[in-house]
């Protein structure tokens, strides 16, 4: 297993300021994913890592840049943060299991 | 690209069984997983089952997949009103990417 840390759990933010969202795990698993879930429920796949230096971009267009300096974490930011990024935002980390964070509920207002 | 895909909403009285029924579309899944999501929380891993299983039993919980059909389908025996939550589906590829289905909401009546 894998422990998933994220903070924070939740943040409410005015349009146009830069955030990060932090992403911690504790088992040295090289696989990491950042995952946007729409109030409707649904999941989309927006950034992986397949290990340190190595970041793709996932199904989900997103605004959002993800860096992984070190294979613990694996923080996603937004330069401009604005309405439309409201939403909750998962982080996984695993190869044929994944096991996922809290999330952080983000409201831009 | 893939699709998987679940009825929304079911509902049942405490003590039945829940059959909360998954399609998806990738002939070449790996692994099928079911999740659990309840209010506020991340997905937590419930159970998962390799393609070349027909059947997984843990405990109150059996997976049935019909790889025929792209079919799975996750039994909850003796449902709780602790098992109210959202139910997720996923199928990995040879790329271990996960496709998520959309969920369906279970609730328990008392």
């Known amino acids: 297993e894998a422990d998933i840390y994220q903070t924070p759990r939740y943040l409410v933010i005015g349009t146009g300021k830069k955030i990060t969202l932090e992403c911690s795990q504790t088992?040295?698993?090289?696989?990491m994913y950042w995952y946007q879930q729409d109030p409707g429920m649904e999941l989309h796949l927006i950034h992986y890592?397949?290990?340190?230096?190595?970041?793709e971009k996932g199904d989900l267009s997103s605004e959002s840049t993800v860096s992984r300096i070190r294979t613990e974490h694996f923080p996603l930011t937004l330069e401009s943060a604005r309405p439309s990024h409201t939403s909750q935002y998962l982080c996984?980390?695993?190869?044929?299991?994944?096991?996922f964070g809290a999330g952080t509920r983000l409201s831009v207002l | 690209g893939e699709d998987v895909e679940q009825s929304l909403f079911l509902s049942v009285r405490e003590g039945d069984s829940s059959v909360i029924n998954c399609t998806y579309t990738d002939s070449s899944s790996t692994y099928l997983y079911w999740y659990k999501q309840e209010p506020g929380a991340g997905l937590q891993l419930l159970t998962y089952i390799f393609s070349n299983m027909d059947m997984k039993q843990d405990q109150r919980l059996t997976v049935l997949l019909n790889k025929k059909d792209k079919h799975l389908s996750l039994r909850i025996a003796d449902t709780q009103t602790g098992d109210s939550a959202i139910y997720f589906c996923a199928e990995m590829d040879a790329g271990n990417m996960l496709t998520f289905g959309g969920g369906t909401r279970l609730m328990v009546k008392p």
């Open positions: 088992m040295g698993h090289d696989k």
């Open positions: 890592s397949y290990g340190v230096n190595s970041t």
């Open positions: 996984a980390a695993g190869g044929n299991i994944q096991y």
